[in-house]
Structures are given as structure tokens and as C-alpha cells.
């Protein structure tokens, strides 16, 4: 089992920035693809960002690209989502999630990004 904890969720203004982090535990993740996801109210969960822990390029959602990059530290199984240039079109619960190999398998609990106008 793996356990995925995100925090850093919160209220800022449009323009401001937030960094999320989501600790992991449980299994070896070293070959794990971690991503992050969202999901604002009434709509889908979508994509935003991933990347593996073992390096190479990440993965942005073309909404995000140029605006959040998204990093690890494997010393402390803790990936990072840092947001800038928020919109109020990125209000929405984030999610990290960590998949063994094609499809994400666990999630975190959520935490809620804010954005106001």
C-alpha cells in the first residue's frame, strides 16, 4: 500500500502562488509515476502535472504550462506542486496520486486551492 498526504492548500489571491506537497509512504516508489490532479465543483477531475521519481521530463496540462512546475525530493518521498501566476480558474481540490505503472492507483485525501478575483 502507499499513503499519500497532500497539504499547502489555501486561499490566495489571483497572481499569488501556492506550493502544495504530497508526502508519500508505504511501498518503494522509486519507479512510480506521481502526478497531480484537480477537480473544481460540477466538473471532471483532470490532469495537471506529473513525474517520476526517477527523473526525466515532467508532464504539464497545456492550462498549466508556463505557470506551475512540479518537483521532488527523494530523501524525503515528497513531491511538489508549485503554482504561480494563479487564475481563478485554478480553484479546485488538488489531488496527488501515484501510479506503479500505467494507471494511477492511489490517491491522497485532497486539499483545496482557492483562487479569488
Known amino acids: 500500500q502507499v499513503q499519500l498526504v497532500e497539504t499547502g492548500g489555501g486561499l490566495v489571491q489571483a497572481g499569488g502562488s501556492l506550493r502544495l506537497s504530497c508526502a508519500a509512504s508505504g511501498r518503494t516508489l522509486s519507479t512510480y509515476l506521481m502526478g497531480w490532479f484537480r477537480q473544481a465543483p460540477g466538473k471532471a477531475r483532470e490532469f495537471v502535472s506529473a513525474i517520476r521519481w526517477s527523473g526525466g521530463t515532467p508532464y504539464f496540462a497545456d492550462s498549466v504550462k508556463g505557470r506551475f512546475t512540479i518537483s521532488r525530493d527523494n530523501a524525503l518521498n515528497t513531491v511538489y506542486l508549485q503554482m504561480s501566476s494563479l487564475k481563478p480558474e485554478d480553484t479546485a481540490v488538488y489531488y496527488c496520486?501515484?501510479?506503479?505503472?500505467?494507471?494511477?492507483?492511489?490517491w491522497g485525501q485532497g486539499t483545496q486551492v482557492t483562487v479569488s478575483s
Open positions: 496520486a501515484a501510479a506503479p505503472r500505467d494507471a494511477y492507483m492511489y
